[in-house]
């Protein structure tokens, strides 16, 4: 199959049924502090334990509330189980959840996790909502967690800070790095724009596992930043060496699924910044590939240059503005966010507009210098 052909493709998706297994239920789940400290992984699921009773629902018009609350019931179900699998990054877990009532009978997630629920309604973004679970399951997953799949949990739920911190801690005195550690910390220093020592761990990595797909797309994506005009055609080389092994797997409906969390996916933010800016995506397209990479500072960037290009200026705005609060020390989009927000001012003729910010935003300048 042809890459055009494939970009365009659509086909009916297949399905698995996946089972559940569960940590014990929470009626009073709260958002905590996560605590810098891991211990070797021992099992990826907790003991079932037997959850309350789901409460009575309140009576109203089946026609309209009913499907409502069945239709978000079951996108939880399925998003949990999605949590809990990027919480290990790893797409393949096998997840069970068998959760019991007080009176024996099965009981679906959203009902057993009714706070969590109820929370994750009100949630728009879905890595806000992941960032709900992943606070969920640290409860009692984190310290199962290895080294990288720590440093993973906190840079994808952008908190590099975080991870930064616990490399420190708990990793600064290793000789010695497993490949996915080396993967996992070259994400880190992306994150933080630092390519000189993203490019030091995952040349480590490609050198000691040039065969590893995952440490392949990492080095791709590290020479396409930092490297001169001959890396780069390298690094297109060694990233479609694996790209061309998802497509192959036929599980995916255009070249945009391949970087979304699932086996053998291309997990690399800057190469699907690339086919979303040379195929011309459109909006909806650019939000859906989005939702894997809002992790990524270039990313979320180059998605508000397509916004402000593609006459949407408020939602533009509003992609930079949230950028610059997560990654202060990007300056770029820092500083573009000032000058939209002064370009706004005049637009809307409001000298006053968003005036607490652009202090906020001028002020994170000077301390990032």
């Not at 199959?1 to 014990?24: A, C, H, S, W, Y």
């Not at 728009?124 to 992943?134: A, G, H, M, P, V």
């Not at 990793?171 to 490019?199: C, I, Q």
């Not at 392949?216 to 080389?237: D, F, P, R």
Request: glycine share 2%.
């Amino acid at each position: 199959m042809g890459l055009f052909d494939f970009l365009f493709k659509r086909k009916k998706k297949q399905t698995n049924e996946v089972i559940f297994k569960n940590d014990p239920p929470q009626n009073d789940f709260q958002a905590e502090e996560i605590p810098i400290s891991s211990k070797e992984k021992t099992t990826p699921i907790a003991e079932v334990t037997n959850s309350p009773s789901a409460e009575k629902s309140i009576a109203v018009t089946e026609e309209t509330t009913a499907p409502l609350i069945h239709e978000d019931g079951n996108r939880f179900d399925l998003e949990i189980v999605e949590g809990f699998r990027r919480y290990y990054s790893d797409p393949d877990i096998d997840i069970s959840i068998d959760i019991k009532d007080d009176r024996d009978q099965s009981i679906a997630p959203h009902q057993a996790y009714k706070e969590l629920f109820n929370e994750w309604k009100g949630i728009q973004s879905k890595w806000d909502r992941i960032s709900l679970f992943y606070r969920f399951w640290d409860h009692s997953q984190f310290e199962k967690l290895e080294h990288w799949q720590v440093i993973e949990r906190f840079v994808k739920d952008r908190y590099p800070k975080k991870a930064l911190q616990y490399f420190e801690k708990n990793m600064s005195d290793k000789r010695h790095f497993t490949k996915e550690e080396l993967v996992s910390l070259s994400k880190l220093h992306r994150t933080l724009l630092d390519n000189a020592a993203a490019r030091e761990y995952i040349e480590t990595a490609y050198h000691d596992n040039p065969d590893d797909d995952s440490v392949k797309v990492e080095y791709a994506t590290l020479l396409h930043i930092v490297g001169n005009h001959s890396e780069k055609e390298l690094s297109h080389q060694i990233f479609h060496e694996v790209l061309d092994k998802k497509i192959n797997r036929e599980d995916t409906e255009s070249v945009f699924d391949c970087f979304k969390f699932s086996k053998g996916y291309t997990d690399s933010s800057i190469f699907a910044m690339l086919y979303l800016m040379n195929t011309e995506a459109d909006d909806i397209t650019w939000d859906y590939v989005a939702e894997e990479y809002y992790y990524c500072p270039v990313f979320r960037y180059e998605h508000a240059v397509h916004l402000s290009q593609s006459e949407t200026p408020i939602r533009a705005l509003a992609k930079l503005t949230s950028l610059s609060q997560e990654f202060p020390w990007f300056r770029l989009a820092v500083e573009s966010t000032i000058g939209n927000i002064k370009s706004m001012r005049k637009q809307l003729n409001n000298p006053d507009f968003m005036e607490k910010e652009l202090q906020e935003f001028q002020a994170s300048l000077k301390a990032h210098k």
